[in-house]
C-alpha cells in the first residue's frame, strides 16, 4: 500500500521560492505517476502538474508553466514541487497524490501548508 | 480554460437524498470522478469512472452520468457525510480538472 509523506509548513516571504517534498513508501517512486494539487484557503482543489507515464514526461497547468517544477529522486523515493516568484496568492496547502493508471488521485499525502507573507 | 461546474452548496436533513451535480462540456467522453474532503483532511475518493464505488465507500453513495452532467448521489444522507464534495475530469489536453467544489451540509 502506497503511503505519502510530506514535508512540513513553511513560511515565505513574496518573490522567494519554496520546495515541497513527498517521501513515498510501500512502492517505489517509478512504479507511480506524482501529481501535485493544492488548495488555497476555504477555496477548492487545483491541478498543478504531474508526470505523465505515457510519455514520460512531466506535464504542468498552464496557469503555473514557468513559474513551477515538479521533480524526482528515485534513490530516496521523493518527489519534490519547487514553486518560485511566490505571491500571497500562493498561500495554499500543497498536496502530492499519486494518479492511478485509472486515471483517479489516490492516495494523497497529508499537506503541506505554504504561507507567503511579508 | 476547461472548467467543471458545481453548485455551491447543497443542503439536505438526515435520511434524505442528496445530489451533486458537475458540468463540463468535455464529460461526455471523459470520466469523472468523486472526492469527499472533511476539515483539515486529504481528499477521499468515493466514486470513480462516473459510477464506480470504490471499497470501503458505504453503498449510500453513487454516480451517473447523462451528457454533460455527471452526478453524485448520497441516499439516505448520515450527519458524517457533511463534507465538501469535488468532481475531477480531464479537458482535450490531458490535463486534469477539479470542480469548485460544493459544500453539503446536513441540517
Known amino acids: 500500500q502506497v503511503q505519502l509523506v510530506q514535508s512540513g509548513a513553511e513560511v515565505k516571504k513574496p518573490g522567494a521560492s519554496v520546495k515541497v517534498s513527498c517521501k513515498v513508501s510501500g512502492y517505489t517512486l517509478t512504479e507511480l505517476s506524482m501529481h501535485w494539487v493544492r488548495q488555497a484557503p476555504g477555496k477548492g482543489l487545483e491541478w498543478m502538474g504531474g508526470f505523465d507515464p505515457e510519455d514520460g514526461e512531466t506535464i504542468y497547468a498552464q496557469k503555473f508553466q514557468g513559474r513551477v517544477t515538479m521533480t524526482e529522486d528515485t534513490s530516496t523515493d521523493t518527489a519534490y514541487m519547487e514553486l518560485s516568484s511566490l505571491r500571497s496568492e500562493d498561500t495554499a496547502v500543497y498536496y502530492c497524490a499519486v494518479k492511478t493508471p485509472g486515471n483517479w488521485f489516490d492516495p494523497w499525502g497529508q499537506g503541506t501548508l505554504v504561507t507567503v507573507s511579508s | 480554460s476547461y472548467e467543471l461546474t458545481q453548485p455551491p452548496s447543497v443542503s439536505v436533513s438526515p435520511g434524505q437524498t442528496a445530489r451533486i451535480t458537475c458540468s463540463g462540456d468535455?464529460?461526455?467522453?471523459?470520466?469523472a470522478y468523486w472526492y469527499q474532503q472533511k476539515p483539515g483532511q486529504a481528499p477521499v475518493l468515493v466514486i470513480y469512472?462516473?459510477?464506480e464505488r470504490p471499497s470501503g465507500i458505504p453503498e449510500r453513495f453513487s454516480g451517473s452520468s447523462s451528457g454533460t452532467t455527471v452526478t453524485l448521489t448520497i441516499s439516505g444522507v448520515q450527519a458524517e457525510d457533511e463534507a465538501d464534495y469535488y468532481c475531477?475530469?480531464?479537458?482535450?489536453?490531458?490535463?486534469?480538472?477539479f470542480g469548485g467544489g460544493t459544500k453539503l451540509t446536513v441540517l
Open positions: 468535455a464529460l461526455p467522453k471523459q470520466y
Open positions: 475531477q475530469s480531464a479537458d482535450s489536453s490531458g490535463s486534469w480538472v
Open positions: 469512472k462516473d459510477s
